[in-house]
């Protein structure tokens, strides 16, 4: 299965933008057609994020999806630190991936991020998307 960690941009966008791209790629996580892995770290930065009320998403909402995200992920430890992206608070996306062997790192902001890391591709919403509809095609 495709191992993936989803950026926290990426998150939001899915629940403010329904029809999106970003909202495409959560789903697959969500209903298990790709493996999503977080760090509580990751988890942490979700909730943060989800609850900011600027963002006005209803507070159940948040806490079902933080549930559902819970129930749905791979849970990992990171043991490395690492401290390469140009937004520090990015770090925990690389560092969540290398511990998982993540095959995708999916970001709407790829320029904070190397091309790659370890064995993670960092790709946008529709790049992800595009290597699902290839592999479920046999493309």
């Given at each position: 299965?495709?191992?993936?960690?989803?950026?926290?941009?990426?998150?939001?966008?899915?629940?403010?933008?329904?029809?999106?791209?970003?909202?495409?790629?959560?789903?697959?996580?969500m209903?298990?057609?790709?493996?999503?892995?977080?760090?509580e770290?990751?988890?942490?930065?979700y909730e943060?994020?989800?609850r900011?009320?600027?963002?006005?998403?209803?507070?159940?909402?948040v806490?079902?999806?933080?549930?559902?995200?819970?129930?749905?992920?791979?849970?990992?430890?990171?043991?490395?630190s690492?401290?390469?992206?140009?937004?520090?608070d990015?770090n925990?996306?690389?560092?969540?991936?290398?511990?998982?062997?993540?095959?995708?790192?999916?970001?709407?902001?790829?320029?904070?991020?190397?091309?790659?890391?370890?064995?993670?591709?960092?790709?946008?919403?529709?790049?992800?998307?595009?290597?699902?509809?290839?592999?479920?095609?046999?493309?």
């Amino acid at each position: 299965m495709i191992q993936v960690v989803l950026d926290t941009n990426i998150v939001v966008s899915a629940l403010l933008r329904s029809g999106s791209l970003p909202e495409a790629a959560f789903n697959l996580a969500m209903d298990r057609v790709v493996q999503l892995s977080v760090s509580e770290s990751i988890l942490t930065e979700y909730e943060d994020v989800l609850r900011r009320s600027k963002l006005r998403i209803h507070p159940d909402k948040v806490t079902l999806t933080l549930k559902r995200i819970r129930e749905v992920s791979l849970l990992i430890r990171p043991a490395v630190s690492v401290t390469v992206c140009s937004d520090p608070d990015d770090n925990i996306f690389l560092e969540c991936s290398e511990a998982a062997q993540a095959n995708y790192l999916v970001t709407g902001n790829v320029r904070h991020f190397p091309d790659v890391w370890a064995t993670t591709q960092i790709v946008t919403p529709r790049e992800f998307f595009q290597v699902i509809v290839e592999s479920q095609h046999g493309s």
